[in-house]
């Protein structure tokens, strides 16, 4: 019997992480503290299981999906007409522009991946600014085998990814290596949100056990430093992990300070601040809109909302989608067919007069330069580009839960291969509450040319 491209593994235990032990080792060891959302478990340890074929076509798709986004964005870069299209506060573009000059490009990133009925991915979105769930993915597959997951129909598991440490072994680097020569690293972070601090504690606890020295700050933390560069509690910072996005820095004091520091090579960041274009859903319109067929060989069709007629997605209403440009954890999407016509009409009615509105918000924003000190628009007022994407019917996989769609999120170092995230909705909605399961390939031929056996912390 040929085993299914993928899969979900019942294991030995119905409910693992009821096991006192396992619960303990999610919170306290990997700090997994929001593992429940709305009274519903929000990760668990039953895995997704991939043939070494969904394996192989999964990497392909992502890794070409960052090519074609991060293509675009070098085309904003160099376009200030194309640039404007993605609305976005000056203070970001600031950002961007001072990555570029400094050379600052690393990138982590994850694209998200559907599975069609025709059991091949597709990418729906790709997060190039600051993806998360990295402590799933160092708890979720050590917890499965504490569980009895043992080996699949066709024989070994492995667990392929390895994003966490490759992304502290980045981080430490660019400090200088062991001891932080050239400075900290910094973990920004949201710190109003416990489930933010829990990456940020992961990854210092990732940096100092390679060496390295962190601090966890506020991203309006940072502030120049003298004789250049920019410094947190007197101290200089060498390199900059954000679990913040860059659109939420728009309008904060120390833009200026950060772009400079950036611009001059004194501060790296991960991701670099020029990946904000690549973040943008507008990227995957502007791929389509170059290269109509190289974009449809990993995307489904993708348009900027305002070049569509609103009469078309009415019509079409089960056929599309329509998303902001930066929303993020399913946020702002709008699926029509989950919604009913007098729902959907309504949306795109709002959606049209926030285009309009955002689009001379934008405009009036980008006509003078504010002042350093001066009062700025916020991101969300500058930064409102919507597009539509043709609606992915989804296979569906039979789980102990019940029927369910998988999103697998390719996690990315620089446009290689490093990882996996999976989420399983029961609707093609993928967001807060979805479910985290590890994720497992089969056959370790298939992974042993790009991750190790088994990953490490």
């Not at 306290?28 to 394996?55: C, E, N, T």
């Not at 600014?129 to 990295?134: H, I, S």
């Not at 502290?168 to 400075?183: F, N, Q, Y």
Request: glycine letters at 8%.
């Amino acid at each position: 019997m040929t085993a299914p491209l993928a899969r979900v593994e019942a294991l030995p235990v119905a409910e693992p992480l009821r096991l006192p032990s396992l619960e303990r080792e999610l919170v306290h060891r990997w700090l997994v503290w929001d593992a429940w959302v709305g009274g519903k478990r929000r990760v668990d340890l039953h895995p997704l299981v991939l043939s070494a074929a969904a394996h192989r076509d999964a990497v392909r798709v992502a890794e070409r999906a960052w090519a074609l986004v991060s293509a675009a964005a070098d085309r904003a870069a160099s376009d200030p007409e194309e640039r404007a299209r993605y609305r976005l506060h000056p203070d970001v573009e600031r950002l961007a522009a001072a990555s570029r000059a400094g050379g600052d490009a690393g990138s982590v990133a994850r694209v998200d991946l559907l599975l069609r009925e025709d059991g091949r991915f597709v990418a729906c979105e790709v997060n190039a600014d600051c993806p998360g769930g990295y402590n799933e993915t160092l708890a979720l597959p050590r917890l499965a085998r504490a569980a009895g997951l043992a080996r699949g129909l066709a024989g070994p598991l492995r667990d392929p990814t390895f994003v966490a440490g490759r992304l502290a072994d980045r981080l430490v680097e660019r400090s200088g290596g062991p001891g932080s020569p050239r400075g900290v690293v910094a973990l920004a972070y949201a710190t109003a949100y416990a489930e933010d601090l829990q990456v940020c504690a992961l990854l210092e606890r990732l940096v100092r056990e390679r060496g390295g020295r962190a601090v966890r700050v506020s991203p309006t933390a940072l502030v120049e430093a003298a004789g250049g560069g920019v410094a947190v509690r007197g101290e200089r910072v060498a390199a900059l992990y954000r679990f913040y996005p860059v659109e939420w820095m728009a309008g904060q004091g120390n833009v200026a300070a950060l772009a400079r520091a950036t611009a001059a090579g004194a501060l790296a960041s991960l991701s670099s601040f020029a990946c904000i274009h690549a973040q943008s859903k507008l990227a995957m319109a502007r791929a389509f809109a170059h290269d109509r067929a190289a974009a449809a060989e990993v995307f489904p069709e993708t348009v900027a909302f305002s070049d569509l007629e609103r009469g078309e997605l009415e019509r079409a209403r089960a056929s599309w989608v329509v998303k902001r440009d930066l929303s993020r954890v399913g946020d702002h999407v709008f699926v029509g067919a989950l919604t009913s016509p007098e729902e959907f009409r309504e949306i795109l009615a709002a959606v049209a007069d926030v285009e309009r509105c955002s689009g001379e918000a934008a405009a009036r924003a980008h006509a003078v330069a504010p002042a350093p000190a001066g009062p700025s628009l916020g991101a969300n007022d500058a930064g409102q580009a919507w597009i539509a994407q043709r609606f992915v019917p989804q296979a569906p996989l039979a789980t102990p839960w019940g029927t369910r769609l998988v999103t697998l999120g390719v996690y990315l170092m620089d446009g290689a291969f490093a990882g996996y995230f999976a989420r399983l909705s029961p609707t093609s909605h993928c967001s807060h509450d979805a479910l985290a399961l590890p994720v497992f390939v089969e056959d370790a031929s298939a992974v042993a040319a790009r991750a190790p056996l088994e990953a490490a912390p």
